[in-house]
């Protein structure tokens, strides 16, 4: 797999975890066989995005391509549901955990609090307190996957 090319010759680095990161951004790189004709699709499945660094893949949430990759052969979108926590440190709120469908609300802090020690460690010393324990006390912000894009557009104000 050619994870340069995935990743648009941006540089990168491999977490004690195996996740690929980038830009603040952390991902898998996973091959999958396409539902429609069972050829292998290479592809990066974000679990946390850096919406200030990675633009492009705010866009791709609000189209609904995020972690839908194309096949190559029969062009059939493919689909996986994967937990996904958004950042963009100039937005309020800064950190947003969209779950998979599935997702209780008991399980959104068991499945969303790993993604977030990853994100605080990463960003080490510019990692700020108050973006998780807000004023008001809501904590992360939870928004459901199909609500997503609109979220994005609406209250980050990105087209």
Aim: proline share 6%; hydrophobic share 35%.
């Amino acid at each position: 797999m050619d994870i340069k090319k995935l990743l648009g010759n941006r540089p990168f680095d491999i977490g004690d975890d195996g996740t690929l990161i980038c830009c603040n951004c952390r991902g898998y790189s996973i091959e999958t066989e396409c539902e429609q004709c069972n050829e292998k699709i290479n592809s990066i499945f974000w679990i946390i995005v850096d919406g200030e660094k990675r633009p492009d893949l705010l866009q791709q949430i609000v189209e609904g391509k995020l972690h839908d990759p194309v096949c190559p052969r029969c062009n059939y979108r493919n689909h996986l549901e994967i937990n996904l926590l958004l950042f963009h440190p100039n937005k309020k709120p800064v950190l947003v955990f969209s779950p998979t469908k599935d997702t209780t609300p008991e399980e959104c802090k068991c499945v969303g609090m790993p993604l977030l020690l990853k994100l605080k460690q990463q960003l080490g010393d510019n990692w700020q307190d108050e973006w998780y324990y807000t004023k008001d006390g809501r904590g992360i912000f939870i928004v459901e996957r199909i609500a997503l894009p609109i979220f994005i557009k609406k209250m980050w104000r990105i087209k």
